[in-house]
């Protein structure tokens, strides 16, 4: 049997798409009950950690995207890095999933506050030179030379301004649940928890439209 590594990567692909959208799906459900104040502390706490185990897959998913969307790319000829290139994003790619992974093992500490920081300030330097090549693939032909994958790599940078806000609301619940494990709730606390889930659960509808996208364009490449 023969199996060709370009259609290695197109499975990865299609892995790494259903758990990011699964994962999101059950990040969203689970965190339902995280702003439930008439659980218990402990049961809110069950929650959470259920939405945080869940949304490590989601994550892992959404990172591997980019290599995998961006080697394919070069396989099919919609964008001209290969060789060295490819190798030395693989092994970004890697070491960005170890962090990734170290801070969600390490998320109740300092440390692993400290991690998804770092792990945010890399889609500071990542989501800008997405959208700046999308746009300006789109509109002068290059780098990207074919419109739909221009298109994709667009909407994949936004999608991942979109998953940076959510990012900040999982992280304040940390806080905010440690403030409740030391001092009990208070109406200032449970304002903020509301708050923060009624901004992201608009966000996770955005969310899901994006990706929806972004796999219909990878998928049926309609122009």
């Known amino acids: 049997m023969h199996v060709e ?11 790494a798409m259903a758990y990011w959208l699964g994962g999101e799906w059950g990040v969203f459900n689970a965190s339902r009950e995280v ?13 959470m950690e259920t939405a945080f ?3 490590i897959l989601a994550r892992t998913g959404i990172i591997l995207l980019l290599p995998i ?14 060789g060295p290139w490819i190798i030395g994003m693989w092994v970004f790619v ?22 998804t920081k770092i792990d945010e300030g890399l889609r500071y330097i990542i989501i800008p030179l997405l959208l700046a090549f999308g746009l300006a693939s789109l509109v002068m032909g290059e780098p990207f030379t074919q419109a739909w994958f221009a298109a994709k790599v667009l909407i994949f940078g936004g999608l991942l301004i979109i998953g940076l806000l959510l990012r900040y609301v999982m992280r304040d619940w940390i806080t905010a649940f440690r403030s409740i494990g030391t001092a009990g709730s208070t109406p200032e606390v449970e304002g903020k928890l509301s708050s923060a889930m009624s901004m992201a659960r608009k966000l996770a509808y955005l969310y899901w439209f994006g990706i929806a996208s972004v796999a219909f364009l990878g998928v049926v490449k309609p122009f």
């Open 5 to 15: 590594p370009h259609d290695v990567l197109r499975w990865l692909h299609v892995i």
């Open 35 to 47: 702003v439930n104040p008439k659980l218990s502390y402990d049961e809110r706490l069950r929650h």
């Open 53 to 55: 185990r869940i949304d």
């Open 69 to 82: 969307g961006l080697h394919m790319g070069y396989n099919l000829g919609a964008q001209p890095l290969g």
């Open 94 to 115: 890697a070491a960005w999933l170890a962090l990734t992974w170290t801070a969600f093992f390490t998320h109740k500490s300092n440390l692993g506050i400290a991690l």
